[in-house]
């Protein structure tokens, strides 16, 4: 079962990858439900020390559901939002990677650039957070496939990679997120020949 779930996220990983532009309400609503779930979860065992775990994961899957079906249908404010998500998690990697401490409101700003620059170039920015987002999805459900010691968010097992696993590891990610890119942007026939972007009808206009 455990194995299933794994195939089932690379599966995702590597459709949100190659298709995430064609399939951007999908990737939306899902990217919208992790937010609503993690937050509600997190303020859910913050009231509850954890004690309550049914009562947190019903709640979590409602409060996942409203926040997915507003990205879907509220359009322009998903796709601020998840630029805005990759602005912060971009500058999180590059805090991480010079090993450098960083006050949270600092946070605001990438926030904020990312969010503008995907209303305002919106092909090429959705594109290029679909391709790397799920590239590194796909190469982490297949790491943990492969290692089930696997654990990125443990700083005792990051501490513990090597420098060429950490190299082998962020090699994967890019050369996988570029063919993504490269294959959404340049292979696929562009908005306006022979296939429409997956846009609600609202804002085709704009």
């Given at each position: 079962m455990y194995n299933f779930l794994l195939a089932a996220v690379v599966l995702l990983g590597v459709l949100i990858c190659f298709f995430g532009y064609r399939m951007v309400k999908f990737v939306l609503a899902v990217a919208g439900f992790i937010l609503g779930a993690s937050f509600v979860a997190g303020f859910g065992f913050t009231l509850t020390d954890g004690k309550e775990i049914v009562v947190i994961l019903i709640a979590a899957v409602a409060g996942g559901l409203i926040v997915g079906a507003l990205f879907l249908f509220l359009y322009s404010a998903g796709v601020f939002l998840i630029g805005a998500i990759f602005g912060i998690l971009l500058f999180s990697g590059i805090i991480g990677?010079?090993?450098?401490?960083?006050?949270?409101?600092?946070?605001?700003?990438?926030?904020?650039?990312?969010?503008?620059?995907?209303?305002?170039?919106?092909?090429?920015?959705?594109?290029?957070?679909?391709?790397?987002?799920?590239?590194?999805?796909?190469?982490?459900?297949?790491?943990?496939?492969?290692?089930?010691?696997?654990?990125?968010?443990r700083l005792e097992f990051i501490d513990r990679l090597g420098e060429n696993q950490t190299y082998r590891i962020v090699f994967s990610w890019l050369a996988l997120g570029m063919l993504g890119f490269i294959t959404q942007y340049i292979i696929f026939p562009k908005k306006g020949k022979n296939t429409e972007a997956v846009v609600p009808s609202d804002e085709q206009g704009v």
């Open positions: 990677f010079v090993n450098s401490n960083t006050s949270p409101i600092l946070y605001i700003l990438p926030a904020l650039v990312g969010g503008i620059l995907a209303l305002l170039l919106q092909k090429f920015m959705i594109i290029l957070i679909t391709s790397f987002t799920g590239a590194w999805v796909s190469v982490m459900a297949v790491l943990y496939f492969i290692s089930s010691d696997f654990s990125p968010f």
